[in-house]
């Protein structure tokens, strides 16, 4: 018997200046006026999207001593930018990524429960850890947290967060006019957290939201992460966009779930995806191509390779050979804030890795870079494009996509009008919201119930959530 078709969640992530965007592309737009952000989100919204997604950049990366090229120079503030865009959108969910190292508890969970209310309950939070000193410096707190601490850290500031949210269980206000009663009860609010990382107490100042907590996402892909995921999460942002690596991912991390109780609808994969849409396959292809020199510039490819040489190198042809001096393997890296770097772990079997690969296909730098580096997950016709995401999502690669377009603000035009009308000829994807909140579109719970202030588990899940 063959199981319903699954329904397909889509988001965009707005993409700013970064090495998936063409910002030199004529047709491409600010990355920091507001004009841009609601360009995004009212397109987002008339394909029926489930959520926009901002990242969160909290120092400028550096490269030799200067601002990488490709960074995203002035990004906006997140919570600023998705209050804003609340006020000229109706339905679509806001997420934003806010860090779990250098914040607090009290301030974020007040900062969301606030967008949520002003939103009427659309807000999500993507929790993620800082990884380096180099960051940390703006903060003033000298260092950084190691892995284990960091998530461990983590896991208690959500567990915090959510005792926030919980100390309100929605019904006290009472607001009676005629007897001037206000409140129902006078401690709402009331919390008390005692833990390694936290030590707080208090009333918090948000009365209960509309979803009663943000819904929760994930991005690491650590074990680490994907355990945290598992236990926590609504919504993991994956980077396993292939059929064969995301249905592993996606076994691996719903597999995870049942021992903290919960079952596979309760967490949606979705990997990020970049596209590339022609009125053909070939065209499509062209434009790729295209897209992909924009993006790999030649100072870009000589840069990049530096994240694995950690030496300077731009007295180099990006259309030359690779180096043949070896990589620098010293700790002191030439890159400083970029997580790419710690993808490169043994610099020298990645040096030998494209020399031979270099060396096979007489490749220059640029054209290795450009062929070692991420490449559009979708590209062709709508038709193909609509053919091979319904595909990835009714094979359990994937619950959906986030989509990452070239341009800002307009990139995600071509898509709403393309292809999102064959997904819904399909039967695969919504052609109206019928929810109210962002948990509604995601087919999600609602949000757990008040739990007992403090009442963590070994896990650093409070009680309500076991």
Do not use: C
Request: glycine share 10%; aromatic share 10%.
């Amino acid at each position: 018997m063959n199981r319903p078709l699954k329904q397909i969640h889509l988001a965009a992530h707005f993409p700013g200046v970064n090495n998936t965007t063409v910002w030199s592309d004529p047709a491409a737009g600010s990355h920091i006026e507001f004009a841009s952000f609601t360009h995004f989100a009212r397109t987002a919204e008339r394909a029926k999207f489930d959520f926009l997604f901002l990242a969160e950049g909290l120092r400028l990366r550096e490269q030799g001593g200067r601002i990488h090229d490709l960074d995203v120079v002035g990004r906006p503030d997140t919570f600023t930018v998705l209050a804003a865009l609340a006020a000229v959108t109706e339905h679509l969910g806001l997420t934003g990524t806010i860090s779990s190292t250098f914040n607090e508890p009290y301030e974020v969970a007040r900062q969301f429960a606030s967008l949520d209310h002003l939103s009427g309950g659309r807000a999500a939070w993507n929790v993620v850890t800082s990884w380096d000193a180099f960051t940390g410096e703006n903060f003033r707190r000298g260092g950084f947290l190691p892995r284990d601490e960091r998530y461990a850290r983590a896991r208690e500031f959500l567990a915090t967060a959510h005792e926030l949210f919980d100390s309100w269980d929605g019904g006290e206000i009472l607001a009676d006019q005629d007897s001037g009663v206000f409140l129902r009860d006078a401690g709402a609010g009331a919390f008390a957290h005692r833990g390694p990382h936290f030590d707080i107490s208090g009333h918090f100042n948000v009365p209960r939201s509309p979803q009663g907590r943000p819904v929760i996402f994930q991005a690491g892909d650590s074990e680490e992460g994907r355990e945290f995921a598992a236990a926590d999460a609504d919504a993991v942002f994956s980077r396993f966009a292939s059929l064969e690596a995301g249905r592993a991912f996606y076994a691996d991390v719903k597999g995870r779930l049942a021992r903290y109780g919960r079952t596979s609808d309760e967490l949606k994969i979705l990997p990020a995806a970049t596209f590339v849409l022609g009125d053909t396959d070939a065209e499509a292809r062209e434009l790729a191509r295209e897209v992909r020199l924009k993006q790999v510039s030649g100072a870009t490819a000589i840069a990049y390779l530096e994240h694995v040489w950690n030496r300077d190198l731009s007295g180099y042809d990006p259309d030359g050979p690779l180096p043949e001096v070896d990589p620098d393997p010293g700790e002191n890296t030439i890159a400083l804030g970029r997580a790419s770097v710690r993808q490169f772990r043994d610099p020298f079997a990645v040096a030998k890795e494209w020399r031979e690969l270099a060396a096979a296909r007489n490749l220059s730098i640029r054209e290795l870079v450009i062929e070692t580096t991420g490449r559009q997950s979708f590209i062709g016709s709508p038709a193909t494009v609509a053919d091979s995401i319904d595909h990835l999502v009714q094979e359990d690669a994937a619950d959906g996509f986030i989509l990452v377009p070239h341009l800002t603000p307009g990139g995600l035009d071509a898509f709403a009008d393309t292809v999102v009308p064959l997904l819904q000829e399909r039967g695969v994807f919504r052609t109206e919201y019928t929810g109210r909140t962002l948990r509604d579109h995601l087919g999600l719970r609602e949000a757990p119930g008040p739990a007992a202030p403090g009442a963590l588990t070994a896990s650093g899940r409070t009680a309500a959530h076991r």
